[in-house]
């Protein structure tokens, strides 16, 4: 007969978080497809088929919370007195323990979304995830986020498939809307060989955004079979555009060493060479690039635009999002008005300020605004129809150096 003893028993439910970036009030949207609002939504979210998280430590507490939040009991963990350990049988599962929780993270369909969304919350945004309810919203995730009455600033695909139907789906989002970009993942799963044939996923317009990158980094949980979690960059380049319009404005690119820093990066699982991110930048694919001692950085700004046009940059095509929103709203306010020249003369008060403030935020170089009896003649004011024209030289982003050094001798004249 055994001795007398005393067993101690350590349960670690705890999950690291992986640091964070301060707040930014930049809204993001994700259509779900797997069920993640089914696995971690509260009830008024299911009935909806909208969820809005504010923080990483929110999104933390789905996976941890005690109350039953799930959907999926399959994917649920419950704990079970009778052997102490975690069960996914409801029914075994001792009423008023722990309750339901995903002790060993995120599973099933829904992981890689859950990991897309939590990789977008690091950099400070709000993430909107939009899916299927049970009252609202019945249709799918994408139709879900293309009722503007859910105000959104960019969308993202949480992965994207070999066929490009997952990206051109969560393309034709931002292209309906028209108020917001979409930052879509590369095809395939990043290998070399499926560089030469990459092209843009979305529609080709200035709302889509590809991205070329799939980054290894740490599980929130330690010490299982496998400590590594490999998810598309998709999501922090969506992270990337939250930080820039945090500490900037939505007219600077979101790429590069100061603003495009990928966070959380162990390994790419592929970086692509000189060569190959020329290939990637011709087909309007922007790759994210390890540099060793500087880090993982977003290395391209191009949207889906053809190159003739100066909104194939993500800077001048937010530029004129932000425009077409807060002066469309100025406009607004002119309906039901009287077409007079007092009335014309308000608007054109109203908008240049606003546009001085973006020219000396260094967002656009010179503009002009034409609201009078020029555009406004008697046939058009008699149709009842109000006409301004607003003219705009947007700033470039950098994407070309040229640098020369020329050797003189000693006694040569530099002046």
Same mark, same amino acid.
């Given at each position: 007969?055994?001795?007398?003893?005393?067993?101690?028993? +350590?349960?670690?439910?705890?999950?690291? +978080?992986?640091?964070?970036?301060?707040? /930014?009030?930049?809204?993001?949207?994700?259509?779900?497809?797997?069920?993640?609002?089914?696995?971690?939504?509260?009830?008024?979210?299911?009935?909806?088929?909208?969820?809005?998280?504010?923080?990483?430590?929110?999104?933390?507490?789905?996976?941890?919370?005690?109350?039953?939040?799930?959907?999926?009991?399959?994917?649920?963990?419950?704990?079970?007195?009778?052997?102490?350990?975690?069960?996914?049988?409801? /029914?075994?599962?001792?009423?008023?323990?722990?309750?339901?929780?995903?002790?060993?993270?995120?599973?099933?369909?829904?992981?890689?979304?859950?990991?897309?969304?939590?990789?977008?919350?690091?950099?400070?945004?709000?993430?909107?995830?939009?899916?299927?309810?049970?009252?609202?919203?019945?249709?799918?995730?994408?139709?879900?986020?293309?009722?503007?009455?859910?105000?959104?600033?960019?969308?993202?695909?949480?992965?994207?498939?070999?066929?490009?139907?997952?990206?051109?789906?969560?393309?034709?989002?931002? /292209?309906?809307?028209?108020?917001?970009?979409?930052?879509?993942?590369?095809?395939?799963?990043?290998?070399?060989?499926?560089?030469?044939?990459?092209?843009?996923?979305?529609?080709?317009?200035?709302?889509?955004?590809?991205?070329?990158?799939?980054?290894?980094?740490?599980?929130?949980?330690?010490?299982? /079979?496998?400590?590594?979690?490999?998810?598309?960059?998709?999501?922090?380049?969506?992270?990337? +555009?939250?930080?820039?319009?945090?500490?900037?404005?939505?007219?600077?690119?979101?790429?590069?060493?100061?603003?495009?820093?990928?966070?959380?990066?162990?390994?790419?699982?592929?970086?692509?060479?000189?060569?190959?991110?020329?290939?990637?930048?011709?087909?309007?694919?922007?790759?994210?690039?390890?540099?060793?001692?500087?880090?993982?950085?977003?290395?391209?700004?191009?949207?889906?635009?053809?190159?003739?046009?100066?909104?194939?940059?993500?800077?001048?095509?937010?530029?004129? +999002?932000?425009?077409?929103?807060?002066?469309?709203?100025?406009?607004?306010?002119?309906?039901?008005?009287?077409?007079?020249?007092?009335?014309?003369?308000?608007?054109?008060?109203?908008?240049?300020?606003?546009?001085?403030?973006?020219?000396?935020?260094?967002?656009?170089?010179?503009?002009?605004?034409?609201?009078?009896?020029?555009?406004?003649?008697?046939?058009?004011?008699?149709?009842?129809?109000?006409?301004?024209?607003?003219?705009?030289?947007?700033?470039?982003?950098?994407?070309f150096i040229r640098i020369t050094f020329t050797n003189k001798n000693?006694?040569?004249?530099?002046?």
């Amino acid at each position: 007969m055994a001795r007398a003893n005393v067993k101690v028993v +350590i349960d670690d439910q705890s999950y690291v +978080i992986p640091n964070t970036e301060s707040g /930014s009030r930049v809204r993001g949207g994700m259509p779900t497809t797997g069920g993640l609002i089914l696995a971690v939504g509260f009830t008024a979210e299911r009935k909806s088929g909208v969820m809005q998280i504010e923080s990483i430590s929110d999104w933390m507490h789905r996976l941890t919370a005690k109350d039953p939040i799930g959907g999926n009991t399959h994917d649920l963990l419950y704990w079970d007195e009778t052997f102490s350990g975690f069960t996914s049988n409801h /029914s075994s599962a001792t009423k008023g323990g722990t309750g339901s929780r995903y002790r060993l993270g995120p599973t099933g369909g829904w992981k890689t979304e859950w990991w897309a969304a939590h990789n977008y919350l690091q950099y400070g945004g709000v993430l909107i995830v939009g899916g299927t309810g049970s009252e609202q919203h019945t249709s799918d995730g994408y139709s879900t986020l293309k009722d503007k009455s859910i105000p959104l600033d960019l969308v993202f695909a949480a992965t994207g498939d070999s066929s490009g139907a997952i990206q051109a789906s969560v393309g034709t989002i931002a /292209s309906f809307r028209g108020d917001c970009v979409s930052v879509l993942p590369d095809r395939g799963n990043g290998e070399e060989a499926i560089i030469a044939t990459q092209s843009n996923e979305g529609t080709a317009d200035e709302f889509n955004v590809t991205v070329f990158g799939s980054k290894r980094h740490l599980d929130i949980v330690r010490g299982t /079979s496998n400590d590594f979690i490999v998810t598309s960059c998709a999501a922090d380049v969506a992270g990337c +555009i939250a930080r820039t319009d945090r500490d900037l404005d939505p007219w600077w690119s979101p790429a590069g060493f100061r603003r495009g820093q990928i966070l959380d990066v162990v390994s790419l699982i592929h970086s692509p060479t000189d060569a190959q991110q020329d290939t990637l930048y011709d087909a309007k694919v922007n790759p994210v690039v390890t540099f060793p001692g500087e880090g993982t950085v977003l290395f391209g700004d191009k949207t889906g635009k053809d190159s003739s046009s100066t909104l194939s940059r993500i800077n001048v095509s937010r530029l004129f +999002i932000h425009l077409k929103k807060t002066i469309g709203a100025a406009a607004r306010s002119k309906l039901f008005e009287m077409n007079d020249a007092e009335t014309r003369a308000s608007f054109v008060n109203a908008v240049t300020p606003f546009l001085r403030n973006i020219q000396a935020g260094r967002g656009i170089y010179d503009f002009r605004v034409v609201c009078d009896e020029s555009n406004n003649p008697g046939a058009l004011v008699d149709a009842n129809q109000f006409n301004a024209d607003i003219f705009i030289k947007p700033t470039k982003s950098i994407n070309f150096i040229r640098i020369t050094f020329t050797n003189k001798n000693t006694d040569d004249d530099l002046g």
